[in-house]
């Protein structure tokens, strides 16, 4: 039930007074000219204003025009417009409760915000773990106890604003939408952490709790970094330059994309976009159709490593075709059509005959096997023609271990090779909720090109364009889950994570707010990943002030980068904010290294948040821990627990030097405290192998 929270006017004849100013606006003047009022869409019905502080309010008017600002819990602020068309006014706010109305009125224009909440307002943002809906992405990437985590999120004191998608060369004043109350339909497709965390603070605070939801999945960290920050880095001073030399050549580009026809598709759920659409490019299956202006490209592989490099990430419908030649022996015959996983959706046919698709998410790593009927047979040059609308710019028919090839249906050991040179077309770009058609003859490459790969993870565009719109609305903190997209090229995040934070912190200008951030999980990334650099320098990062992180060595799914267990990851993230934002006596932290001394031949470990004492659980038999001396030649070391000190030994290693814990991929927690929070994976060494 909805709690009925007192303004602490009600009742005086101060709160009488000002409700009638509030109602009527500006009483008494003079009939003030036409104005214009615009206001960002931070600003709208629903929201949450943080509580017990001076927020700013903001907007654009006519230069000069006089500004006046109220809200019905007791406060009022005015300015006048400034040359340029902006203003922005300082609002005291008292402690949580609502709801209230927030009245702007410039001249004759009064926008009057209504349902408004006073409480603790808190970013989540990151890529597609933070991105991972309450409704998970099944059946590839379920969430645990979906279907009921939904049916209960009615909490109309918890409220939901999503940041739509977008990516920019220049910081953007505003971005799309809108605040929501938290309700089984908009939970579910909110992020699931970002719910999990709000609603343990609700649930300990009783309070209303504002989630500022802005993500983008598969990026990395430099996307999110400002310019003047991220040139700080000698590395990408120039890369920084480039891009901003850059911004009329991209403005030209963009202006090309949207003079196509569109789909707008933004109030669709993420899954049900591709339903339905009509790129009118169906001619690309027949036979004799002419794809001599498509390009080549080599399959099995990701899209990223095929098309980055010629022209900037894609996300959006592309098309491949491929002629096979086929015994004769095959006429007339049922054939199987195996193509190996595809990351994201497909149509597929067969000299012009539809065999086959999947046109729902979540079967990204499922492999597509379709039967080719015998009537379609009919040549002995197949023409296979697949229709790819790509989630992601990593996606693409990307089964490198498993082979593409077609075969009689009853004879898998004739087989024919589909793998090697594809022609590839893409027909439509997905952005900003939008799909823009392009025409399937090549016209996608007479569009403006760039000095460099422009996309969602071109450096500094997510800080311009999801970031930057949010400053300077007041926050309590921020939450955040990123790193996996960052393993391949692993050893500049040691200064590129603590690098954002203190640029987050400096463009909102309230000091060192809270940030608090998960580890990433284990996971089966690859030989060329190095994941536990990554949850190092994050563990590292814990040096800036008010900052924590959230362990999940525990509850990781290895065989999925997105694992299911997102209750736990929100509920350990809050346990930090509960402990050091609002005073609440909680264990909040699993042990962290803090010292190491070497006795004899064995390593002594102490760590932080290790009251009570360490407890170990070794994993078949592995400690997950691994000792060497000054060759740097690790092996398994030997554990024993005595109190908040690890004695970490190995009869191989008689002059130890140095020790790491879950240093790989897919390590996960053998260490935890008696609160049964786990350890980080740490390293004592400083080698970079």
């Given at each position: 039930?909805?709690?009925?929270?007192?303004?602490?006017?009600?009742?005086?004849?101060?709160?009488?007074?000002?409700?009638?100013?509030?109602?009527?606006?500006?009483?008494?003047?003079?009939?003030?000219?036409?104005?214009?009022?615009?206001?960002?869409?931070?600003?709208?019905?629903?929201?949450?204003?943080?509580?017990?502080?001076?927020?700013?309010?903001?907007?654009?008017?006519?230069?000069?025009?006089?500004?006046?600002?109220?809200?019905?819990?007791?406060?009022?602020?005015?300015?006048?417009?400034?040359?340029?068309?902006?203003?922005?006014?300082?609002?005291?706010?008292?402690?949580?409760?609502?709801?209230?109305?927030?009245?702007?009125?410039?001249?004759?224009?009064?926008?009057?915000?209504?349902?408004?909440?006073?409480?603790?307002?808190?970013?989540?943002?990151?890529?597609?773990?933070?991105?991972?809906?309450?409704?998970?992405?099944?059946?590839?990437?379920?969430?645990?106890?979906?279907?009921?985590?939904?049916?209960?999120?009615?909490?109309?004191?918890?409220?939901?604003?999503?940041?739509?998608?977008?990516?920019?060369?220049?910081?953007?004043?505003?971005?799309?939408?809108?605040?929501?109350?938290?309700?089984?339909?908009?939970?579910?497709?909110?992020?699931?952490?970002?719910?999990?965390?709000?609603?343990?603070?609700?649930?300990?605070?009783?309070?209303?709790?504002?989630?500022?939801?802005?993500?983008?999945?598969?990026?990395?960290?430099?996307?999110?970094?400002?310019?003047?920050?991220?040139?700080?880095?000698?590395?990408?001073?120039?890369?920084?330059?480039?891009?901003?030399?850059?911004?009329?050549?991209?403005?030209?580009?963009?202006?090309?994309?949207?003079?196509?026809?569109?789909?707008?598709?933004?109030?669709?759920?993420?899954?049900?976009?591709?339903?339905?659409?009509?790129?009118?490019?169906?001619?690309?299956?027949?036979?004799?159709?002419?794809?001599?202006?498509?390009?080549?490209?080599?399959?099995?592989?990701?899209?990223?490593?095929?098309?980055?490099?010629?022209?900037?990430?894609?996300?959006?419908?592309?098309?491949?075709?491929?002629?096979?030649?086929?015994?004769?022996?095959?006429?007339?015959?049922?054939?199987?059509?195996?193509?190996?996983?595809?990351?994201?959706?497909?149509?597929?046919?067969?000299?012009?005959?539809?065999?086959?698709?999947?046109?729902?998410?979540?079967?990204?790593?499922?492999?597509?096997?379709?039967?080719?009927?015998?009537?379609?047979?009919?040549?002995?040059?197949?023409?296979?023609?697949?229709?790819?609308?790509?989630?992601?710019?990593?996606?693409?028919?990307?089964?490198?271990?498993?082979?593409?090839?077609?075969?009689?249906?009853?004879?898998?050991?004739?087989?024919?090779?589909?793998?090697?040179?594809?022609?590839?077309?893409?027909?439509?770009?997905?952005?900003?909720?939008?799909?823009?058609?392009?025409?399937?003859?090549?016209?996608?490459?007479?569009?403006?090109?760039?000095?460099?790969?422009?996309?969602?993870?071109?450096?500094?565009?997510?800080?311009?364009?999801?970031?930057?719109?949010?400053?300077?609305?007041?926050?309590?903190?921020?939450?955040?889950?990123?790193?996996?997209?960052?393993?391949?090229?692993?050893?500049?995040?040691?200064?590129?994570?603590?690098?954002?934070?203190?640029?987050?912190?400096?463009?909102?200008?309230?000091?060192?707010?809270?940030?608090?951030?998960?580890?990433?999980?284990?996971?089966?990334?690859?030989?060329?990943?190095?994941?536990?650099?990554?949850?190092?320098?994050?563990?590292?990062?814990?040096?800036?002030?008010?900052?924590?992180?959230?362990?999940?060595?525990?509850?990781?799914?290895?065989?999925?980068?997105?694992?299911?267990?997102?209750?736990?990851?929100?509920?350990?993230?809050?346990?930090?904010?509960?402990?050091?934002?609002?005073?609440?006596?909680?264990?909040?932290?699993?042990?962290?290294?803090?010292?190491?001394?070497?006795?004899?031949?064995?390593?002594?470990?102490?760590?932080?948040?290790?009251?009570?004492?360490?407890?170990?659980?070794?994993?078949?038999?592995?400690?997950?821990?691994?000792?060497?001396?000054?060759?740097?030649?690790?092996?398994?070391?030997?554990?024993?627990?005595?109190?908040?000190?690890?004695?970490?030994?190995?009869?191989?290693?008689?002059?130890?030097?140095?020790?790491?814990?879950a240093w790989g991929n897919a390590q996960e927690a053998t260490l935890f405290n008696k609160a049964g929070l786990p350890a980080s994976t740490f390293k004592t060494d400083h080698w970079r192998r």
């Open positions: 039930m909805r709690k009925n929270y007192q303004s602490p006017c009600v009742g005086t004849t101060a709160g009488v007074l000002l409700s009638i100013l509030l109602l009527f606006s500006v009483s008494g003047a003079k009939a003030a000219p036409k104005s214009v009022l615009v206001m960002p869409s931070l600003f709208s019905d629903n929201m949450v204003l943080q509580q017990k502080s001076v927020v700013p309010v903001w907007g654009k008017g006519e230069p000069g025009q006089k500004i006046y600002v109220a809200g019905s819990w007791g406060a009022e602020a005015k300015t006048a417009v400034r040359l340029d068309s902006s203003w922005e006014v300082r609002l005291r706010t008292v402690k949580a409760g609502g709801p209230y109305v927030l009245n702007v009125t410039a001249g004759d224009s009064t926008i009057r915000y209504t349902n408004v909440m006073l409480g603790e307002v808190w970013v989540c943002s990151g890529q597609s773990n933070m991105q991972m809906p309450l409704a998970g992405w099944p059946p590839l990437f379920p969430l645990n106890n979906a279907s009921e985590e939904i049916r209960k999120a009615e909490y109309p004191d918890i409220r939901l604003f999503t940041a739509s998608p977008k990516y920019a060369v220049t910081p953007q004043s505003d971005c799309s939408g809108s605040w929501t109350e938290c309700t089984p339909k908009t939970a579910a497709e909110f992020s699931a952490v970002g719910y999990f965390f709000g609603r343990k603070l609700y649930s300990e605070l009783h309070v209303p709790i504002g989630l500022i939801w802005s993500v983008w999945g598969g990026t990395e960290i430099q996307p999110w970094i400002g310019a003047k920050y991220l040139s700080r880095m000698a590395s990408y001073k120039d890369k920084v330059e480039t891009i901003e030399n850059s911004s009329g050549l991209i403005s030209a580009r963009m202006k090309w994309i949207y003079s196509h026809p569109v789909v707008d598709v933004a109030s669709k759920a993420p899954q049900e976009r591709w339903k339905g659409l009509d790129f009118d490019d169906i001619r690309c299956p027949e036979v004799n159709y002419n794809d001599s202006l498509w390009r080549s490209v080599k399959l099995p592989d990701y899209w990223i490593y095929n098309y980055e490099n010629r022209d900037g990430r894609f996300i959006g419908a592309v098309w491949f075709r491929k002629k096979v030649n086929i015994p004769k022996s095959w006429l007339d015959s049922t054939l199987v059509l195996d193509l190996g996983p595809i990351g994201g959706m497909d149509e597929t046919w067969v000299n012009g005959t539809k065999v086959g698709g999947i046109l729902e998410r979540g079967y990204d790593a499922s492999p597509r096997v379709y039967d080719i009927p015998g009537s379609v047979v009919d040549d002995t040059i197949l023409t296979v023609a697949i229709r790819v609308p790509l989630i992601s710019s990593w996606g693409g028919i990307w089964g490198n271990n498993v082979p593409m090839e077609v075969h009689p249906q009853f004879d898998s050991t004739q087989t024919v090779s589909l793998s090697g040179a594809w022609k590839f077309m893409p027909v439509a770009q997905y952005l900003h909720g939008k799909y823009y058609v392009f025409s399937p003859d090549g016209e996608i490459y007479s569009r403006p090109k760039l000095p460099f790969a422009y996309s969602e993870n071109t450096p500094t565009v997510l800080y311009n364009g999801m970031i930057a719109p949010l400053i300077p609305y007041r926050i309590r903190g921020v939450i955040w889950y990123q790193g996996e997209s960052n393993t391949n090229e692993p050893y500049d995040y040691k200064n590129l994570f603590p690098l954002m934070i203190k640029d987050w912190r400096a463009a909102w200008g309230e000091g060192d707010f809270p940030f608090y951030w998960v580890q990433i999980a284990p996971y089966h990334y690859g030989k060329e990943a190095n994941s536990e650099v990554i949850r190092n320098a994050q563990r590292e990062t814990l040096s800036l002030p008010h900052t924590g992180m959230a362990v999940t060595l525990d509850i990781g799914t290895p065989g999925r980068i997105h694992p299911p267990d997102k209750q736990d990851v929100g509920l350990r993230l809050a346990l930090w904010a509960l402990a050091k934002q609002y005073g609440e006596n909680v264990v909040y932290s699993g042990p962290l290294y803090r010292s190491m001394k070497v006795r004899g031949d064995k390593v002594m470990v102490s760590f932080s948040h290790a009251s009570g004492g360490l407890v170990f659980k070794p994993l078949d038999g592995d400690s997950n821990f691994i000792i060497a001396g000054k060759d740097s030649v690790f092996v398994v070391g030997k554990v024993k627990v005595e109190g908040r000190t690890l004695v970490v030994y190995s009869p191989r290693v008689k002059h130890p030097i140095a020790v790491r814990y």
